[in-house]
Structure formats: structure tokens, C-alpha cells
């Protein structure tokens, strides 16, 4: 019924009536993704920043130029996913593949942040190309599915982790890797329990926008402790009234890049943590974009999605923009499905999506007071969401078994998601021709695996 009021060229491009939607249902799906989605403002500067990690603190990125080039480049590329490719996918920084900017390029193997997204942008590039080549045909078939499962559930115990770390329940232990932290008599604590207790039943009840209300909810109790205690318990603005809710936004770390990472980590590790973040954020979209296509009844007969290259050329542009804007890769969001649980299917739900994130360029001030402690909790719900695929594992072959628990557990008792790929990338193929099946692999795994088990070697001596 709306359809005929809908402007006749708006509902042509879009193919609303042929999708069996209306324009203003296409407009509350928008919202719906958008208020699910925009706990990445706060998140991802939190993360490329160090916010609450001890000693990392001098090497983050200040919150109001990431704020500002997290919603650009997440607002610009909803935007193309929508008018180019026509579906209800939106895009943002990738929550995992940003902690492997922070934690394992610039933390662990010290690169510079510009070195760090040259990796990202040379990685959306290899990307790019194999989506132009028709190269992700093969690449799909040489990585079991299982390794592809592990991968994404690898990043989310990784996520998991930074989370307990950020909230201060977890440290790092005297003869464990981590441990609990034998001080939980501390206002943040309470406040990252709360926040933790609050989100969980929030996710539950399956209310919209859980997370984004958890962080608010939490970050208002932190900012009334704050002030109770003048401001003692956080400082630099954080948890505290801002003086200014609108900022014109800082456009500093646009270009902010540089392929030196090459020489710093010498060719063949470069290779290797170029392929291993490139097989994350590929393997990641697929499985996004066919799971909420899925949902949203929009894949053909043979379970194929219309004009799926289209999809796929975008995120891996995506990629590339994030690394150009410093604000890391950015890729096809879970958190879609929101929308098109309220009736998105077509490209105006991305159209609508974007412009919020573009109007979100002028409120840094108000993110600013978000402490890590409010957004702990969310990485911790992150994680558990990208848990859930364990269960499609087959667990029962030994053979796949052991290398997706590999996968799984080296990112993050290493803190490093090339580490945990790498690891089952290497025992998969080694496990594969030990017991004779060396026919099953793809060339294209051997050959990655090579490089993987160099890269380990290099890395002992």
C-alpha cells in the first residue's frame, strides 16, 4: 500500500514493491541496523586507541580523529553497498580485524600505525583482485569450511578476551597467561559487571539496539560515580559531562598510510600477515552476507545471491577505504540481520544507514565520555555471537578437529589472529598427508601453509 506513494523512479531503482517491501518499511529497517550498529563508534576508537590497556596508552590513536574516520568511511561505503549493490548490508570498522591492527601489527610487532594500514590496504587490494579475477572461486575451494568456521570463532574469543581485559577483569597471570584480577573491590569493576549483567539481558529479550543501550545505560552510571567522586575515577573527559555536544570532525588521519611495513617485517612475514588478515575479512563477509541473504529470502534456488559479485566488490573496497581513512578494514556487519528482521531488502535500508553514519561525524564529544568499561561488556556479547558457529564444526573428525581448535585457541592465549591462522592452516595440511590423505588438499593450501610454517620459523630465531 505505501509502494504506490513511493516515487515511481525511487521504487524502480531499488526494486521495493519486486522485493515485496514498502519505502517506509525499507526506512525503519535503516534505523533498526543503524541503532544496532553504533556501538562501533565508540568500540573501534576504544580499540585503535588502548583505551584501558596499560602501557599501550602512547601509542593509540586519538578518539576524535578515529570517531570521525570510523563513521566517514562507514557511512560512505553503506552508502555504495546500497545504490551499487542493492541490498540491505551495511558496513563499519570490523571488530577482530581492528584488534589485529592494535594489538598484533602495532603492539606486538611494531609497526607503525600508517605501516599497519598499509597492511590493510594491501589486503583489501588482494581482495579487490580476487573478486575481479574470479581468483574467490578458488580460494573458497581450497579452505575447508570448518577452518573458515574456526577463523571467525577464533576472533570472537579474541574479542572476548580484550573485552574482560578492558573491563579489568582479567590480567596477565604469574605463571598462567592470564588470570582474574585479585582487586575487584573498584568502582570500574562494578561498573563493567553492571554494564556485562544489563547488555546480557538486554540481548536476550532480544530488544533492538541491545548493545548500543547497554553502552549508554552503563555510561551513564559510570559518569554519575565519576562526578560523585569528582572525577577520580576516570580522567580526559571520560565518564564526565562534555562541555560541547557538536565537534566539527577531524579529517587528520585520512592517507595515513604506508606500505614500509614490507621492509619492517621483512617480505615473507608481510606475505604472510597480509594473507592471514586478507582470509579473515574475505571468509568473514561471505559467511555474513550469505546468512543474512538467507534470511531475508533473497538467495536464488541453487542458494546463490543475485548479483553477489557486486556484494563482494564493495566489501573489498571497503577493506582498501578503511586502511586509506586509518580507520582499519571495514566489512559486511552481523548486525544487518536487525534490519532485515524488520523488513529490509533492498538498498534503500544501506541508503539510510549511511546517511546516520555521516551525520554521526559531528558528535564526537559525546562518544569522548564513553569509558572502556562500557564498551567491555559489548566485545564480550561480540564474542559470544561469533561463538555460536562451533556447533556446525565437525568435531568428530579428528582431522579438521584439531586444526579448528588450533585456529581457535592460539589467536588469543597469543594475541595474535595470524598466529591462530596460521596455526591451522600449517597442522591441517600437516595432519591431512600424515595420515595419506595429501589428495584432499587444495595446492593452493600447500602453498599457504608454506609460507605460514616459514613465518613461524622466522619468528623463533
Known amino acids: 500500500m505505501a509502494t504506490t506513494a513511493a516515487p515511481p523512479g525511487l521504487d524502480r531503482f531499488f526494486k521495493i514493491s519486486e522485493r515485496g517491501s514498502t519505502v517506509r518499511t525499507e526506512i525503519i529497517a535503516g534505523l533498526a541496523t543503524r541503532l544496532t550498529m553504533a556501538y562501533i563508534l565508540f568500540v573501534n576508537p576504544q580499540i585503535l586507541g588502548f583505551s584501558g590497556i596499560k602501557g599501550l596508552e602512547p601509542l593509540g590513536l586519538p578518539f ?227 546468512g543474512i541473504a538467507g534470511e531475508a529470502n533473497l538467495l536464488d534456488e541453487n542458494g546463490r545471491l543475485p548479483g553477489m559479485n557486486r556484494v563482494l566488490l564493495v566489501d573489498s573496497l571497503a577493506a582498501v577505504a578503511g586502511g586509506l581513512t586509518s580507520s582499519s578494514s571495514n566489512t559486511t556487519y552481523i548486525e544487518s540481520a536487525s534490519g532485515v528482521s524488520e523488513g529490509g531488502r533492498t538498498g534503500l535500508t544501506s541508503v539510510v544507514v549511511g546517511i546516520l553514519f555521516l551525520l554521526s561525524l559531528f558528535f564526537s564529544p559525546i562518544a569522548g565520555i564513553v569509558p572502556p568499561e562500557a564498551t567491555g561488556p559489548v566485545l564480550v556479547i561480540v564474542g559470544y555471537f561469533m561463538m555460536t558457529i562451533v556447533r556446525e564444526i565437525n568435531w568428530s573428525d579428528p582431522g579438521i578437529g584439531i586444526p579448528a581448535l588450533l585456529t581457535m585457541i592460539v589467536m588469543p592465549f597469543t594475541y595474535s589472529i595470524t598466529n591462530g591462522v596460521g596455526a591451522g592452516f600449517v597442522s591441517y595440511v600437516i595432519v591431512a598427508v600424515l595420515r595419506g590423505r595429501w589428495r584432499e588438499v587444495h595446492p593452493l593450501l600447500y602453498a599457504v601453509a608454506a609460507i605460514f610454517l616459514w613465518y613461524f620459523i622466522h619468528g623463533t630465531v
Open 64 to 290: 576524535p580523529q578515529v570517531l570521525t574516520v570510523t563513521a566517514l568511511t562507514a557511512g560512505v561505503m553503506t552508502l555504495a553497498m546500497g545504490l551499487f549493490a542493492n541490498y540491505p548490508f551495511a558496513l563499519a570498522a570490523g571488530l577482530g580485524l581492528n584488534a589485529f591492527v592494535a594489538f598484533t601489527l602495532v603492539a606486538a610487532d611494531k609497526l607503525s600505525y600508517p605501516q599497519a594500514m598499509g597492511v590493510i590496504v594491501a589486503e583489501g587490494i588482494l581482495i579487490t583482485i580476487f573478486v575481479l579475477t574470479g581468483l574467490r572461486e578458488m580460494v573458497l575451494n581450497a579452505i575447508p569450511m570448518d577452518l573458515k568456521r574456526a577463523i571467525g570463532i577464533g576472533i570472537g574469543l579474541f574479542i572476548a578476551i580484550i573485552g574482560l581485559v578492558n573491563g579489568g577483569i582479567v590480567v596477565a597471570g604469574t605463571g598462567t597467561i592470564v588470570t582474574l584480577n585479585t582487586n575487584l573491590r573498584h568502582w570500574s569493576i562494578l561498573v563493567f559487571a553492571f554494564g556485562l549483567v544489563v547488555t546480557s539481558a538486554l540481548v536476550a529479550r532480544r530488544i533492538k539496539g541491545a548493545l548500543l543501550l547497554g553502552i549508554v545505560s552503563t555510561t551513564i552510571l559510570a559518569t554519575i560515580i565519576n562526578e560523585a567522586k569528582h572525577l577520580t575515577i576516570w580522567g580526559n573527559g571520560i565518564a564526565a559531562l562534555p562541555h560541547k555536544i557538536v565537534e566539527s570532525p577531524d579529517f587528520h588521519l585520512i592517507g595515513k598510510f604506508s606500505f614500509d611495513f614490507f621492509s619492517t617485517l621483512g617480505f615473507w612475514t608481510a606475505v604472510a600477515v597480509v594473507i592471514s588478515v586478507m582470509l579473515s575479512d574475505f571468509f568473514d563477509t561471505m559467511g555474513t552476507v550469505i
